[in-house]
């Protein structure tokens, strides 16, 4: 809006220079300031369509907008049928009726809006709405979470390609994903739920005959309860690139499990379930990291850590990052160790395996992470690098201290290196360069809630 108002206010001053400067005799020019200040107006047919609201509003009804997702907006402004045109949609609850949720969806014509569906549905909110064209056929349908009760949640698939709305699935869910695991270029439903005996399960939901139907399901390692706390769901990919799931749930902030699901034979399948246990292989002490693409490769790994010794009261961690196959074979593609707390971490080599320890200290302003060089046979453990997050007043003088050399940055916090003298005489030292190299800030994930 500040940018519209401004070209505004340009292009009137544009034109007071030039009749200025014409220096047309006889032709007169008269500025209203209060004009330069005018909101642009909005086409008549939103005015139309906020009438329209305004008679829903006076029925009885109250604005109810999606509470979770990335789409909480209480009018949404959709192309819906992949013509170029946005479709309205608006979320209301009215209490007197049987059904008191309403998503009402308004077609757009060239002067105006006009009604075009209402879904209705029992509960006691809206809780997310997804768009996308699963089918490939140029429509999106609607992917709607209703709020049935305290502890129950309905996931709802819509298809408006017939005029009316068509529900082609509901079932209760926790989370859902929609991923093209087949690789058949439409796009799957993937539904985490409860079964009747209070078991994790993945249901496979893909098209046969017109129709998104369940085709089969699989075992999950966690509970539900695990899944919807601190839990997630990433699409990515396998070792051999297939396209999967890796849904992760964290026990008591203690530990996390990581299933991995992908479609074997045309059937879903965790291929990390351990028929013995009846538990993922995937599953480790948990330290606020998940499944990424961890070294750009397009492949996702798993984190699995690894206790690190220390002179801490508490051991490190080393986080090896394990990429796995369909056959749910891993390998470990990096090792890194991390400071989630300062928001780092470091790539180590491979002939640091065994040969390190490490040690933290800190002050109100800079935390040092200090790597040594283990002792054999009794002999003094010799530290050869730190790094160390400086914040606070002064963090520009203490960043350039000794032979610290500089990282990176954050706006106001600057993370250093100082390589030590043992590094030199070591075998598996390290150059200033090497540690630039190896040193990444932790990307904050942008988390809006589920589906």
Not at 2 to 9: A, H, I, P, Y
Not at 111 to 140: C, F, H, P, T
């Amino acid at each position: 809006m500040r940018q519209t108002l401004r070209r505004m206010l340009l292009c009137l001053l544009l034109c007071m220079v030039m009749v200025t400067a014409s220096g047309c005799g006889g032709i007169g020019f008269t500025l209203n300031p209060q004009e330069l200040y005018s909101l642009p107006k909005l086409p008549s047919k939103y005015d139309e369509l906020n009438t329209l609201l305004g008679q829903i509003i006076g029925g009885g009804a109250e604005y109810a907008s999606p509470t979770s997702g990335t789409n909480i907006q209480v009018v949404q402004m959709v192309d819906l049928e992949g013509d170029g045109q946005e479709e309205a949609l608006a979320f209301f609850r009215n209490a007197a009726d049987e059904k008191p949720l309403k998503i009402y969806i308004f077609a757009a014509t060239e002067e105006s809006y006009r009604q075009m569906a209402v879904i209705e549905n029992s509960g006691s909110g809206i809780y997310s709405i997804d768009y996308s064209d699963l089918d490939g056929d140029g429509w999106k349908e609607l992917l709607v979470g209703w709020r049935v009760s305290a502890d129950m949640q309905v996931l709802s698939v819509y298809s408006l390609r017939k005029g009316e709305p068509e529900e082609l699935v509901r079932t209760n869910y926790v989370k859902y994903a929609r991923i093209d695991l087949d690789q058949d270029s439409l796009q799957e439903l993937v539904v985490l739920r409860t079964d009747n005996e209070g078991d994790g399960i993945a249901e496979y939901y893909s098209w046969n005959e017109g129709g998104l139907l369940p085709q089969s399901s699989a075992r999950l390692s966690m509970t539900m309860a695990e899944l919807s706390q601190q839990g997630r769901v990433k699409r990515g990919t396998l070792w051999d690139e297939a396209p999967a799931l890796f849904v992760t749930g964290v026990a008591e902030g203690a530990y996390s499990v990581t299933d991995i699901l992908t479609v074997r034979n045309g059937e879903l399948a965790n291929v990390v379930l351990s028929d013995a246990t009846g538990v993922s292989a995937a599953n480790t002490a948990f330290h606020g990291l998940y499944p990424t693409d961890i070294n750009n490769d397009g492949l996702t790994e798993v984190p699995w850590s690894i206790p690190l010794p220390s002179r801490d009261d508490e051991p490190g961690r080393r986080i090896d990052w394990r990429c796995y196959d369909s056959g749910g074979q891993a390998v470990t593609v990096l090792s890194t160790y991390h400071d989630v707390e300062n928001g780092w971490y470091l790539q180590l080599p491979e002939t640091w395996e065994g040969r390190i320890l490490v040690s933290r200290s800190s002050t109100p302003d800079e935390a040092t992470v200090t790597f040594s060089i283990r002792g054999i046979g009794g002999a003094e453990d010799k530290d050869f690098l730190k790094i160390s997050t400086l914040t606070g007043t002064g963090r520009e003088s203490r960043a350039v201290r000794g032979n610290r050399f500089s990282l990176s940055r954050r706006q106001e916090t600057i993370y250093v290196a100082e390589l030590l003298e043992p590094n030199s005489a070591w075998e598996y030292g390290v150059t200033e360069d090497e540690v630039r190299a190896a040193f990444s800030l932790i990307a904050a994930e942008w988390v809006t809630g589920d589906n």
